[in-house]
T-cell receptor, first 114, second 108 residues
């Protein structure tokens, strides 16, 4: 089993609230990612990090922000939640070693903004 | 054009059938290739990596054709528990690019 954890698993929150989705991994991976996935739809990369103090925006534009102050922690923040932010957010981490790579996913946070 | 494209699906097959999924990718510099499985409302999990020479893991066989930029997954003797969405994943540089997925339903 992968040692990557997301909290909360489910969140229902009102419009305009600030929220932070937590993601932690204990595998010592440098690379971490945030994906957004609507039900039955494909994953879209919204943020990634290659290590401490490294953060980049992904392919899908997102109003969220991320930080990477510690290797194991990659939180995602929405300053002002809107109904359009309703989705599932999946965090992943990976390490590339000897040409092999695998992305390990957390169980996701299902966010509903009402 | 999307960077990774897959059969649109869904595939509805009876138990015991053989089913094949196709995937194409547009970035010729891609270096690593994978098939992931995602169960309904769950996170994706690695099913198998895809090597240049092709590889097999039990009932699952993956093939890679770099010249055609094409990846395939063959499932033999399909089981009810194989029902899931199968994601083709390509790695170019240091990021994983996920295809849209092909949903498989194995019917009793």
């Amino acid at each position: 089993e992968a040692d990557i954890y997301q909290t909360p698993r489910y969140l229902v929150i009102g419009t305009g609230k600030k929220i932070t989705l937590e993601c932690s991994q204990t595998m010592g991976h440098d690379k971490m990612y945030w994906y957004q996935q609507d039900p039955g739809m494909e994953l879209h990369l919204i943020h990634y990090s290659y290590g401490v103090n490294s953060t980049e925006k992904g392919d899908l534009s997102s109003e969220s922000t991320v930080s990477r102050i510690r290797t194991e922690h990659f939180p995602l923040t929405l300053e002002s939640a809107r109904p359009s932010h309703t989705s599932q957010y999946l965090c992943a981490s990976s390490e590339i070693s000897g040409g092999f790579a695998e992305a390990f996913f957390g169980q996701g946070t299902r966010l509903t903004v009402v | 054009r999307k960077e990774v494209e897959q059969d649109p699906g869904p595939f509805n097959v009876p138990e015991g059938a053989t089913v094949a999924f196709n995937c194409t990718y547009s970035n010729s510099a891609s270096q690593s290739f994978f098939w992931y499985r995602q169960d309904c409302r769950k996170e994706p999990k690695l099913l198998m990596s895809v090597y240049s020479s092709g590889n097999e893991d039990g009932r699952f066989t993956a093939q890679l054709n770099r010249a055609s930029q094409y990846i395939s997954l063959l499932i033999r003797d399909s089981k009810l528990s194989d029902s899931a969405t199968y994601l083709c994943v390509v790695m170019g540089g240091q990021n994983f690019v996920f295809g849209p997925g092909t949903r498989l339903s194995v019917l009793p």
